[in-house]
């Protein structure tokens, strides 16, 4: 049965956004019949990517925006983020070193490595003055 | 944004128990009510995740910071009672490799003492 659900949503760029999508986004899971862990990491990625990008990216721009989409495919779930603000790819990010002890374990870089850890394909570019970053998960047949 | 710990001693255990969400918007909030407990002594902490349904990595740095401090001084620092999908998360980051994660409370108290 094919099936496509989508989320958008448009945000003015402030912290406390995250927390309504966030509720915005466990409902669509709910309907969409989404496992935990796939909304759990949808967050996830979400609290890291808009809190970034709200405090650096879009700083000093005249009308900062950012928009969010979450598609459900019969196969995949795409989450797609797209902002104004200064041109950043994270994917170029290193990724830090998880084998190192506790008192030589760097504390930052943590959120986009999961990120990536869990999306199943990252994608970045920037066209037409806008970031876009799409990361996407693939659904098992057990997991719809 | 503030976040709501609530703490519990088991003799020289202190155990916090963060509420609801922890994310980039109270991660601070913990951060402060952990050092502080860091700062003035305590050396045994066990962070209980059952009433946790949220963490950010904002979230797991502050428990990073809070290992590094307590490993410094000697101290412990165990998790406890996590939601599977959390869990998942920590597994996947290597976090449970620096910090030990039990299943429950009692495992979790007998694993610091």
Known sequence: MAMMDELHVSLSPRLSAVRSLAQMVEEFGDANKLPDQQIYMINLALDELITNTVSYGLRGVTRPRIEITLQVGETSLALTMEDNGQPFDPTANPDPDLSSAVDERPVGGLGLHLIKTFADRVNYEYVNGKNRLTLEHDLTPEAR | ?113
């Open chain 2, 1 to 113: 944004m503030d976040i709501e710990v609530a703490e519990e001693r088991n003799e020289d255990v202190l155990v916090l128990l963060p509420v609801g969400r922890l994310d980039s918007g109270n991660a601070r909030s913990f951060e402060s009510v952990v050092m502080d407990h860091v700062s003035s002594g305590e050396r045994r902490l066990v962070v209980d995740f059952s009433r946790l349904d949220f963490i950010s990595s904002s979230g797991m740095r502050v428990l990073l910071i809070a290992a590094k401090a307590l490993k410094a001084g000697e101290g412990t620092l165990v998790l406890c009672s996590m939601k599977n999908h959390i869990e998942e998360v920590f597994r996947i980051s290597g976090f449970d490799r620096i910090i030990p994660i039990k299943d429950s409370r009692e495992s979790a108290l007998a694993a610091s003492s």
